[in-house]
């Protein structure tokens, strides 16, 4: 049995890649499924075993198969972090300094309806995940790296706690690219504590089954986070003004 039509065209890998997906996508192979071996595709698109190859790979850098030695090419089952790391990527790429405006626009955008629908939705499980992240910042007011890890896992928990699994793909890498700058913005004395405190506020909402509340909740303290973020970008700027880097010329060694 053929499950593809042959491949005449260019970039054959890529379109055997396609080919393979839209398979996939389609139910064709179902998850955890087996893909049919190197030759048997290249014998069914009329290419060579390497191509076949090159596809697999392309594939498995999307996250869509797992390829195992010696036994073949399996369907992955349905994985977020390829899709967060893209989005983190371009985030990287677009310079995070200059969209901090543009993401905390986004987060309120994205985390105000995450604590309306946590507050609706969240089980006791997520109750108790929520909790464990607020102990870890308790804990860890010594480690800013610590407090801070802990603190945006909580924003992580709390859009897990909607259980759209969109939600959190979206925030993941939102709050990702802004871990060190965040952490920074905690440098001040006593920040760890009022950020703490909203926290616990978000938390009793949400254990109330306050939509609104949660929704308030949350509004504050980004929007507190966001000014201390910009105080921290700013600080950090005038330094660099005035100790600019220099470069010097190289000197140059006389030969003999």
Known sequence: MNYFERIGK???SQSAARRLEEAIISGTFGMGARLPSEQTLANEFGISRNVVREAFKILQERGLIQIVSGRGA?????????????????I???????????????????????????????????LENLFACLARMRDNEGSLERWSEADLDFHLMVAKATHNPFLSLLLEPLVGQLRSVIAEGYTVPGATQTGLGAHMRLYDCIKARDPEGAYRAIMDHLNDSERRVQVYEERRKTTEDQHPITFTQPTLMKSE
């Open 74 to 90: 399996f369907v992955s089952r349905p994985n977020s972090e390829a899709t967060a790391d893209a989005l983190g990527r371009y």
């Open 92 to 126: 990287r790429l677009s310079g995070v300094d200059s969209l901090v405006e543009a993401i905390y626009e986004a987060r309120r955008t994205l985390e105000g309806e995450n604590a309306r629908l946590a507050a609706k939705r969240a089980s006791p499980q997520d």
């Open 10 to 12: 260019p970039r054959l």
